[in-house]
Structures are given as structure tokens and as C-alpha cells.
């Protein structure tokens, strides 16, 4: 029994661990879907896979690709500058990441100096961290006006190591385009974690996105899968109407910045939980009138068996495509240490 609660509590620990972004192991794990998987692999590797294996179908040895960029529907290997050829002006590029995960964020630096190189549009980089109420301070740091311990502590930078994703916010410098801030304050998520969205104030109210709307049902799905049935479901509520405010928030302040800069494109950089099988900030883009969304997903591999690894691939008889690219990696070149999990979870959720 310990053994199993305590697998259970990873599983809920995964989502939050990466910004509630790493649905889809756990999800491949509890969901009955994987059990129309195959237990081995067949010699070659499928242009595209079915919806479920015949029973009597015989596997044999070949394993999966455990590293490299797949489309996302063919899962063929594609180029990082094939993908990103997809975006256009007034387009948005959503980078996922599992946060802590060095590939990740090496991979993230290849998709930037790819759509840079096209020359198709201004590229300015978002970033999940920052709210865009600090945009003040950020322009300020972005333009050289003041230090980055400054910067770090007008904006609440907390977390992750922003030595991680210094690269990424100033490569706009190199474009001409902006570093912003998209995502929701702290404060705000925090106040619908532990009161709902009905008991925001007046103030609270004013900091949300206008028309704004939760998550579709697939993504709450997702999202309680994950939690696994270990908190109440009065707590689920507001815990994804937080995780809908932050999707919701960025997909607001990038069709903002996209309409009074309509020869940019924004490379969104987030947990891959919001970029993933749609549900999340994709949809939310586009809900918003972005219809040129590309989104690459980036999952680890390593402690995935041949049949999660597929039905993390996708596609999902439910969900469709995971996203439009699917970047794998199969360890970290080094891991950003994490607290512990459940501390994790309630400072997510609870303690802000």
C-alpha cells in the first residue's frame, strides 16, 4: 500500500513539477487506453499508428526512437527548421519544456535561431515565468536599464534558475523583437487556488483576462487524471481554474501584443502540460483569433516503456495529435534540483 500511494503521489507531483506541464506520462499510465498497446515493438517503425492493436497482431524486437523531433501526425523525423517554417507574422510558436530538463531548454535555443534565420517576422520570446503586469521592469532590464538581480526582484522571479532561460529572453535582442511577460501574477493564481474563482475581489477581478474562459472538458480530464483522486473535488475546481487563468492569461497578452505588432511572431516558452494535446494554451490562442499556432512538445523518455512511449507519441483516439512536433529526449544533460514533491505541489497551488 505504501508503495502504490507513494507512485500515486509521483504521478500528481509530475504535472506541477514542470508548471503542471508533464500530464501525459502519468495520464498514459492511468489511462485504460494503454492497454490497447502492444507489449513489444514491431521491426518497423509505423508512418502512423492505429487507434487500437488487433489482438492477434505479433510484435517483434525494435524498439521506438527514444530521442530526435518527430511531426507530431506522421511522426516521421523532421528538422527543427521544417517545423518552424510553419510560423508566420502575427504568429505564435509554443515551446514546451519539462522545467529543470537542460536539453529541453538547448532545444528550445535551436527552434529560436531557426525562425530567426527565416526571416519571416520579428521574433520576441514570451516567457511562462513573468506576469505581464511586471512588463515595466522587463523592457527596463531587456533594454539595459537596470542590473538582473534587479530584474529578478521587481518581477517575483521565483523558482527555476533564471540562468536557465537567460539565453532565451535576450535573444530578441538579436532580432529587433521584445522580451514580455504573458503570463498571470502569482497573487492572482494563488487567490483562485484557495478561494475559487467566486471569491475574487474586486481588485482580483480586474487581473483577469476579459471574456475569460476554463479549459475544454478533454483538458480537465487530463488535468484530473493527475490528481488522482487524492484531492476533493471542490479543491480540483479552483486548482484548474487556476491552471486555466494561466493559459488563458497568455493567450490574452500574445493576441494583444500580436495585434499592435503585426509583423512579430511570439515564441511562447512554457510546461509542457500547457502546450500539449491542445487542450490548454493552444486552444486558448486560437479561442483568442491566433489561428497560426505551431506548437512543439518535449517529454523525457527514459522511464518510459515501449508501450507508454507510444501512447505518449500519440496520436490519441481522444485527444488526436500530441502537437504539431513531439522533441524527445532521453535523459537530461543535468537536472535543476527540485524540492520535494508534494512541498512542490502546495506551494504551486497553495502558497502563493
Excluded at 112 to 122: F, I, Q, V
Excluded at 142 to 154: A, H, R
Excluded at 165 to 189: E, F, H, I, M, W
Excluded at 252 to 275: K, M, R, S
Aim: with cysteine; aromatic share 10%.
Amino acid at each position: 500500500m505504501e508503495s502504490s500511494n507513494a507512485l500515486k503521489l509521483l504521478a500528481i507531483a509530475l504535472v506541477f513539477q514542470v508548471g503542471c506541464s508533464q500530464i501525459t506520462q502519468s495520464n498514459s499510465r492511468a489511462s485504460a487506453r494503454s492497454q490497447d498497446r502492444p507489449e513489444t515493438w514491431p521491426e518497423t517503425w509505423p508512418e502512423t499508428w492505429p487507434e487500437t492493436w488487433p489482438e492477434t497482431q505479433l510484435m517483434t524486437a525494435a524498439p521506438p526512437p527514444r530521442e530526435g523531433l518527430f511531426d507530431g501526425k506522421t511522426l516521421k523525423s523532421a528538422a527543427v527548421d521544417t517545423i518552424v517554417d510553419r510560423v508566420s507574422r502575427g504568429g505564435v510558436l509554443v515551446l514546451g519544456e519539462y522545467h529543470g530538463n537542460q536539453k529541453h531548454y538547448h532545444h528550445q535555443k535551436l527552434a529560436l535561431e531557426a525562425l530567426s534565420k527565416t526571416g519571416r517576422c520579428t521574433l520576441s520570446v514570451g516567457l511562462e515565468f513573468l506576469a505581464w503586469n511586471h512588463q515595466a521592469a522587463i523592457t527596463k532590464f531587456f533594454d539595459g536599464d537596470i542590473s538582473e538581480s534587479d530584474f529578478l526582484s521587481l518581477t517575483d522571479w521565483g523558482g527555476d534558475p533564471f540562468s536557465d532561460y537567460r539565453d532565451q529572453a535576450l535573444y530578441p535582442k538579436t532580432t529587433g523583437g521584445r522580451l514580455l511577460g504573458v503570463n498571470a501574477l502569482r497573487s492572482l493564481t494563488g487567490a483562485i487556488s484557495k478561494k475559487g474563482l467566486s471569491g475574487l475581489t474586486s481588485e482580483e477581478l480586474a487581473l483577469m483576462p476579459p471574456q475569460f474562459s476554463v479549459g475544454s472538458q478533454a483538458y480537465r480530464e487530463r488535468f484530473e487524471i493527475l490528481m488522482g483522486g487524492h484531492v476533493p473535488a471542490s479543491a480540483v475546481d479552483r486548482y484548474f481554474a487556476a491552471q486555466s487563468t494561466w493559459d488563458d492569461t497568455m493567450a490574452w497578452q500574445a493576441a494583444e501584443f500580436l495585434a499592435t505588432n503585426p509583423t512579430h511572431c511570439l515564441v511562447i516558452i512554457v510546461g509542457d502540460f500547457h502546450a500539449a494535446w491542445g487542450g490548454g494554451l493552444p486552444d486558448r490562442l486560437r479561442a483568442r483569433g491566433i489561428s497560426n499556432v505551431t506548437v512543439i512538445s518535449q517529454f523525457e523518455t527514459r522511464d518510459l516503456t515501449d508501450v507508454e512511449l507510444a501512447t505518449e507519441l500519440g496520436p490519441d483516439a481522444n485527444y488526436g495529435s500530441r502537437a504539431d512536433a513531439v522533441w524527445l529526449s532521453l535523459a537530461p544533460i543535468k537536472s535543476t534540483p527540485r524540492p520535494l514533491l508534494w512541498d512542490w505541489i502546495r506551494s504551486r497551488f497553495e502558497s502563493m
